[in-house]
């Protein structure tokens, strides 16, 4: 069997603001990828292994926001890596699918462009954070803001969920804002790991844009492996 590159896996990454359908279309690709019969690994951060769990809270709840945006890329970043050693790169090396809910690009905009934290610095914390391993493609779904935001408190007035907006959704509408746009940059500086999805549309209609968008990592490594999954 041939090999893609180091890692015989494929790690797609999904971004975006608030209340876009990350976590639905997701979950959605998982099962689609399942049906064909790859192996799937759906995770997500803040979080996703037990060391990266245990600092999710810190995060969301706001604790760590009193010691300001530093502190809480470097809190991001410790769990970031530790997800990355305990969770992804074993599933990479077993030639699962590994479906992240948020990853670097997130702290990228989140404490970098919309959180006023340099690129140097950014950077070089991600560089320590992700030990090399970068998704292969990366799923930017962009939604109108207030769209977004609507969705959000509709999700929370419907479901069992946290009815109190975590520490990063209750930011000015500007800041949300700005957050999109600093995806929408990402993605033009880095359009072949990149795809902007249009999250405005029904979920059917963006689950497709999602498949077609994965369809050629899917593609290009049956011709590397001879079909085998
Ligand atoms: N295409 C869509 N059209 C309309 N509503 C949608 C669509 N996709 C998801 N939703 C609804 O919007 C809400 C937010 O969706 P979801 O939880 O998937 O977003 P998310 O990006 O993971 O949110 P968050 O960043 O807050 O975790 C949910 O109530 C979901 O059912
Ligand atoms: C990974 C990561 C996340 N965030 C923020 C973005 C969201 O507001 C929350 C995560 O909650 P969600 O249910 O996935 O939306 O955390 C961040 O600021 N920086 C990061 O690196």
Known sequence: ???????????????????????????RLAERLKQKGYQVVLTREPGGSAGAEAV???????????????MEVLLFSGARNDHVEAVIKPALAQGKVVLCDRFMDSSRVYQGTAGGLTRPFISAVERIA???????????????????LKRVSRRSSQT????????????????HENRRQAFLEIARREPERCKVIDAGLN???????????????????????????
């Open 130 to 148: 992700v030990d090399g391993v970068l998704p292969d493609r990366t799923l930017i779904l962009d939604l109108d803001t207030i769209e977004g």
């Open 160 to 175: 069992a969920g946290p009815a109190a907006p975590d520490r990063f959704e209750k930011d000015d509408v500007t800041v």
């Open 203 to 229: 979920a059917d209609a963006v689950a497709e844009s999602v498949w077609d968008a994965v369809l050629p990592l899917l593609d290009r490594r049956a011709a590397f492996s001879g079909g085998e999954r």
């Open 56 to 70: 999710r809270h810190i995060l969301l709840s706001g604790a760590a926001q009193p010691f300001g945006v530093g």
């Open 1 to 27: 069997m041939g090999l893609k590159s180091v890692q015989d896996g494929i790690f797609i990454s999904f971004e975006g603001g608030e209340g876009v359908g990350k976590s639905t279309q997701i979950r």
